[in-house]
C-alpha cells in the first residue's frame, strides 16, 4: 500500500475521472494547480487557495 499526499491523491484521482466530468481542459489545468497546493501550506492558505480558484 503506498501513501499519497493530498496533492498528489487529489491529481490521481482527478485524471482517472475527468472523462466522467463535464470539465474542459482549462477546468482540468485549473484544478490540477490547486492539487499542487495541497498539503504545502497551513488550513488558512489552503482555503485561500480554493478560493481563489473557485
Known amino acids: 500500500m503506498s501513501y499519497l499526499s493530498a496533492g498528489e491523491a487529489w491529481e490521481k484521482a482527478l485524471n482517472e475521472n ?6 474542459n481542459k482549462e477546468d482540468i ?10 498539503g504545502q ?3 488558512e492558505g489552503q ?3 480554493i478560493e481563489i480558484t473557485r
Do not use: G, I
Open 18 to 23: 475527468k472523462s466522467e466530468t463535464n470539465f
Open 29 to 38: 489545468n485549473v484544478l490540477l494547480m490547486l492539487s499542487k497546493m495541497l
Open 41 to 43: 501550506t497551513d488550513v
Open 47 to 49: 482555503v485561500s487557495q
